[in-house]
């Protein structure tokens, strides 16, 4: 067969893969099928533990686009993709602001404390802040210069229930009999307690099954004196 230069060989109409095509290693001509050629990409590793970016099909290496979700955009050169945080913090209502400072994308916030009453809890979604302060509890406290044998009307109209705890009772000179009286808007008593003793050391009284009603009246009644000056009282009570 007279040597021909492939540019001269017949064209092909029917290619498989037991094809022969000419390939030169190391300078040695020789033939291979088109089955031994390589086929390209065949598998991709991911080196990481995200999401993959391309997979094989076929011949073909193929893909994914990525695309700048909120508060993102992308800019891109021949060989590198930047990724860039467009974050916008704003308030958004009139009060105190706790953004610190902002510089994107470094967010600090103020730190949050309670004082004088509020207090402050946190877990992992929210922050509590509320009125420490007990609103439970109350006191009323008075003091009568010259003590006579009346009644004294502490609390005309009673606008929140609640019950006497203890008296305490204390005088600068002499002594005295006093007890707390309740009475209805008639002035007619609903519940008086039984007579305690007033002196120059402080006395203190426990105060049971006294609790009083919306619109009723609190009343000291001073039931005797002797020669006695500066009465001072207070009167612990609970709401209910």
Same mark, same amino acid.
Request: net charge neutral.
């Given at each position: 067969?007279?040597?021909?230069?492939?540019?001269?060989?017949?064209?092909?109409?029917?290619?498989?893969?037991?094809?022969?095509?000419?390939?030169?290693?190391?300078?040695?001509?020789?033939?291979?099928?088109?089955?031994?050629?390589?086929? =390209?990409?065949?598998?991709?590793?991911?080196?990481?533990?995200?999401?993959?970016?391309?997979?094989?099909?076929?011949?073909?290496?193929?893909?994914?686009?990525?695309?700048?979700?909120?508060?993102?955009?992308?800019?891109?050169?021949?060989?590198?993709?930047?990724?860039?945080?467009?974050?916008?913090?704003?308030?958004?209502?009139?009060?105190?602001?706790?953004?610190?400072?902002?510089?994107?994308?470094? /967010?600090? /916030?103020?730190?949050?404390?309670?004082?004088? =009453?509020?207090?402050?809890?946190?877990?992992?979604?929210?922050?509590?802040?509320?009125?420490?302060?007990?609103?439970?509890?109350?006191?009323?406290? =008075?003091?009568?210069?010259?003590?006579?044998?009346?009644?004294?009307?502490?609390?005309?109209?009673?606008?929140?229930? #609640?019950?006497?705890?203890?008296?305490?009772?204390?005088?600068?000179? =002499?002594?005295?009999?006093?007890?707390?009286?309740?009475?209805?808007?008639?002035?007619?008593?609903?519940?008086?307690?039984?007579?305690?003793?007033?002196?120059?050391?402080?006395?203190?009284?426990?105060?049971?099954?006294?609790?009083?009603?919306?619109?009723?009246?609190?009343?000291?009644?001073?039931?005797?004196?002797?020669?006695?000056?500066?009465?001072? #009282?207070?009167?612990?009570?609970?709401?209910?």
């Amino acid at each position: 067969m007279a040597s021909k230069k492939i540019s001269q060989l017949p064209v092909a109409t029917t290619v498989t893969n037991a094809s022969l095509l000419p390939v030169v290693t190391n300078g040695i001509t020789e033939k291979v099928t088109i089955s031994q050629l390589p086929t =390209g990409v065949t598998t991709v590793n991911n080196l990481g533990g995200g999401t993959p970016l391309g997979t094989v099909v076929g011949a073909e290496l193929q893909l994914k686009t990525i695309i700048p979700g909120t508060g993102l955009s992308f800019t891109t050169t021949s060989n590198t993709i930047t990724i860039n945080s467009n974050l916008n913090v704003t308030n958004v209502g009139p009060g105190i602001s706790i953004i610190n400072t902002f510089s994107n994308p470094n /967010l600090a /916030l103020k730190s949050i404390t309670g004082s004088n =009453g509020i207090n402050i809890t946190n877990n992992t979604t929210s922050i509590n802040i509320a009125n420490s302060v007990d609103t439970t509890t109350d006191s009323i406290i =008075g003091l009568i210069e010259i003590p006579s044998v009346k009644l004294y009307k502490l609390d005309p109209y009673i606008n929140k229930a #609640f019950t006497i705890n203890k008296l305490y009772t204390i005088s600068s000179s =002499g002594t005295a009999t006093v007890r707390l009286k309740i009475q209805n808007a008639s002035n007619v008593d609903v519940t008086t307690t039984s007579s305690f003793s007033v002196g120059t050391s402080r006395s203190e009284n426990i105060v049971t099954g006294l609790t009083t009603s919306i619109g009723q009246q609190l009343l000291l009644e001073v039931v005797s004196t002797n020669t006695c000056l500066d009465l001072s #009282f207070t009167i612990d009570l609970t709401y209910v």
